[in-house]
């Protein structure tokens, strides 16, 4: 059985910096791409980062690019995301997904809530 | 950025069919393949995958649902809807970077 476990959110100020991990399971991890995407507290998805299987590339959209970082470690099966000059519309709940080739996520985290206030 | 449209509300009635419409602002077809995905998300969990690449059904997801269209509009089927349907159902689009999400359609029962 695919499972995907978050962790690493919290109540964090404006400015600071945070770490979220994604613990996979029930899958071979170096052999997908993983994606994060977000969503804010009564909103829609956005699309966060993605990471390709073996890491070497990654890609995000303006909105992070700069601030947030993607990254994974294979032998343990986890996937990271640094969170950097935080924001308060950065307030969301973080999913952890799995990607597919063309672009879907198939399997998706529980969540890990992420809330930036003074 | 392609932006998608999704209309915000539809109510329908149980065992009716639902048709839940997105229109991409380009068009995300490539090679014969559709970039069109759909997710359904009850409130309280995390969203799942319905239909993959227009009209794909995922594994698991009852043949109820169905995803049609190509170019620039798109349509998630729902025949007949029953009460566990009712939810709120997004579009997505992977033709190009970033990826971007509809709106998200919240489907209602009349």
């Known amino acids: 059985e695919v499972q995907l476990v978050e962790s690493g959110g919290g109540l964090v100020q404006p400015g600071r910096s945070l770490k979220l991990s994604c613990v996979a399971s029930g899958f071979t991890f170096n052999n997908y791409w993983m994606t994060w995407i977000r969503q804010a507290p009564g909103k829609g998805l956005e699309w966060v980062a993605s990471?390709?299987?073996?890491?070497?590339?990654?890609y995000y959209p303006d909105s992070v690019k700069g601030r947030f970082t993607i990254s994974r470690d294979n032998a343990k099966s986890t996937l990271y995301l640094q969170m950097n000059s935080l924001r308060s519309e950065d307030t969301a709940t973080y999913y952890c997904?799995?990607?597919?080739?063309?672009?879907?996520?198939?399997?998706w985290g529980q969540g890990v809530m992420v809330t930036v206030s003074s | 950025d392609i932006v998608l449209t999704q209309s915000p509300a539809l109510a329908v009635s149980l065992e009716q069919r639902a048709t839940i419409s997105c229109k991409t602002s380009?068009?995300?077809?490539?090679?014969?393949?559709?970039?069109m995905h759909w997710y359904q998300q009850k409130p309280g969990q995390q969203p799942k995958l319905l239909i993959y690449e227009g009209s794909n059904l995922a594994s698991g997801i009852p043949a109820r649902f169905s995803g049609s269209g190509s170019g620039t509009d798109f349509t998630l089927t729902i025949d007949p809807v029953e009460a566990d349907d009712i939810a709120t159902y997004y579009c997505q689009q992977s033709k190009d970077y970033p990826y971007t999400f509809g709106a998200g359609t919240k489907l209602e029962l009349k």
């Open positions: 380009q068009n995300v077809d490539n090679y014969g393949i559709s970039y």
């Open positions: 990471i390709t299987n073996t890491g070497g590339s990654t």
């Open positions: 997904t799995r990607d597919r080739n063309s672009g879907y996520f198939d399997y």
